[in-house]
């Protein structure tokens, strides 16, 4: 254990037997069960809404779930004589989600189908509201045509260059049907609907917050972590980012999204308004709009091979989706 993970640690009530590294924080076996040790950038008033989730869920009943410890001054987060910020949480004895696995997909999806049920509830604290999809589709449409315009003045183009131009027509045709259907939809009712219901999400429903532990009849249960950028937005979008974790892993075979849909809609239903914006989401370029964000924002005198692999990937996962989005919703995807 380093001397800093130490010093942390030393801030509160209980012994360490040992500490092992895991993605991005340290896991601690200590006296009390075990625990997670994470620097955190939280400003000081999300820490009052975390906690005040936390503590509705628990009040609820719903215990699959992490929660932050105090330390001994009685405070959440442990400050350090050089800024850098921690949080120690009670952790789940368990192992990420297996998303190649449908029986933990079926799991997961109705793990999060009953946290939606819950995550409808007024705050006393500000959790944060999502921002209007239309504006940042809109902003990501407007970047990927500053990068096409930065690439076409390239004097040399590398293999990231000229794969990229070679691609932009279809992918921007993708982001462009999506942004245009988005518009048409009705995005703005279900938006309006969760802010006055106070319908709340995680946030980053992925596979790396999913602990599949074991309860007192040893059977699996998904125990749901690291809530810290939950907030208001339509509640599917949670739905969405996992199915699309989800697909990415699995080759986009249509037995999946099933697994997936059928496991949460079996416990909160999904309205035909919620499934066209599944549809609008799972349209949009994603991976292509980020890989080719990172690119104008790096350096470009050095392009990794890692790049030009994501770039490929992401346009070949784009021509599965339009198989899957076909089969899977029912509709041919117009003009693409």
Known sequence: MQELEQNVLEQYNMEISSTRKIRGAV????????????E????????????????????????????IEMNREGGHITEMENGEKYIL??????KECEIRRSEELVEASAELAKLHLLLQHPMENK?????????????????????RRFIRKVPLKGEF?????????SMYEWAQA?????????????????????KMIHGEYNYHNILMCR??????????????????????????????????KNGWKERFADAVLNAYSAIRPISPDEMDYLRIRLMYPEKFWKVASVYYHSNKAWMSVKNVEKLQTAVMQMKQKKKFLKAVFNEPVQGL
């Open 161 to 169: 260059e000229c794969a990229f131009l070679k691609a932009f027509d």
């Open 40 to 67: 955190v950038s939280l400003t000081a008033n999300r820490i009052p809404a975390l906690c005040e989730l936390y503590e509705y869920l628990r009040t609820e009943g719903y215990t699959h779930l992490d929660h």
């Open 89 to 94: 949480k009670r952790w789940c004895d368990g």
């Open 178 to 198: 999506a942004t245009e259907r988005l518009g048409n939809s009705d995005y703005e009712k279900l938006r309006n609907d969760c802010f006055l219901t106070g």
């Open 215 to 248: 309860d007192m009849r040893s059977s699996k249960v998904a125990a749901i972590t690291n809530f810290e950028k939950f907030h208001q937005d339509v509640q599917v979008e949670d739905l969405y980012y996992f199915l699309r974790k989800t697909m990415e």
């Open 127 to 147: 959790c944060g509201q999502a921002e209007h999809l239309v504006k940042i589709y809109e902003k990501h449409d407007r970047e990927l045509k500053k990068v």
């Open 27 to 38: 896991l601690c076996d200590t006296n009390r069960g075990w625990f997670l040790l994470k």
